[in-house]
């Protein structure tokens, strides 16, 4: 599939040994994969193109996925013993979580019942209807607590998109970026995708992972073709991001 002489690449070519930071895979705990069959399904996609390692990252959202440790554990253990039972032992996951900031996220953080990434980093997002008044708060609490705060997929908040700068504010206090994979092309639509390659360009990005809830959003992944200059932003992304989290 690779020619290395194209104008254009395709992303997939570039993910063999990448680790999946942020993904949906877990069964049965948020609106990703609904049962173990789909969580299989999800992994042995990802597996034919090389991609192996995963942190599993479920929501953590009051009044819709009210996850803790426990629960996400539980789920965890369920599909370890189902990638024995499928011969599928090669692949090593491993859990956090995505945190929404909201009303009762910085009560979970002073319980400690938080699920950071690799110990000290720690997902976060936002609603996709308009921004958490608590944002800046909870990042500072975050901060202040040794973690290192991750924002989820900053290309898909449209309410940002007409004020760049709030990324550059994001940077300087601080905030690590994801970039959501599929945002690199129109899956989301041509205007995240614009922002999306922005980041790239301008250096804001600091992670990038697949986001991916169901089997369709990988048959999307496996359709996306990046120019020259593109592929150049997002290679360093790709490293740093295996790098950080082997």
């Known amino acids: 599939m690779f020619n290395f002489f194209s104008k254009k690449h395709f992303l997939i070519d570039h993910l063999e040994g990448f680790i999946d930071i942020h993904n949906h895979i877990l069964p049965g705990i948020d609106d990703g994969a609904k049962t173990v069959e789909d969580s299989i399904e999800l992994i042995k996609g990802f597996n034919e193109f090389g991609v192996k390692d995963f942190i599993c990252t479920p929501h953590i959202m009051e009044n819709y996925y009210p996850n803790t440790p426990t629960t996400i554990q539980s789920s965890l253990s369920l599909l370890k013993n189902a990638l024995k039972m499928n011969n599928l032992e090669h692949i090593n996951i491993d859990a956090a979580a995505e945190h929404m900031i909201d009303s009762g996220f910085e009560s979970i953080l002073s319980e400690n019942n938080v699920m950071p990434l690799s110990k000290n980093y720690l997902l976060i997002e936002m609603s996709y209807l308009q921004a958490s008044i608590n944002f800046d708060s909870a990042v500072q ?99 740093k991001t295996s790098y950080n989290f082997i």
Request: aromatic share 16%; charged share 20%; no cysteine.
């Open 141 to 239: 609490k975050i901060k202040s607590s040794g973690l290192f705060p991750i924002f989820a997929h900053p290309e898909r908040y449209l309410y940002f998109h007409h004020n760049k700068n709030n990324y550059h504010l994001f940077k300087s206090n601080g905030l690590l970026m994801q970039l959501n994979l599929l945002s690199l092309s129109d899956y989301y639509g041509s205007e995240v995708q614009k922002v999306a390659k922005w980041l790239l360009k301008n250096n804001l990005i600091d992670f990038a992972a697949s986001d991916v809830h169901k089997l369709s959003q990988i048959e999307y992944l496996k359709k996306i073709r990046l120019d020259v200059q593109s592929f150049e932003y997002l290679k360093p992304i790709l490293f």
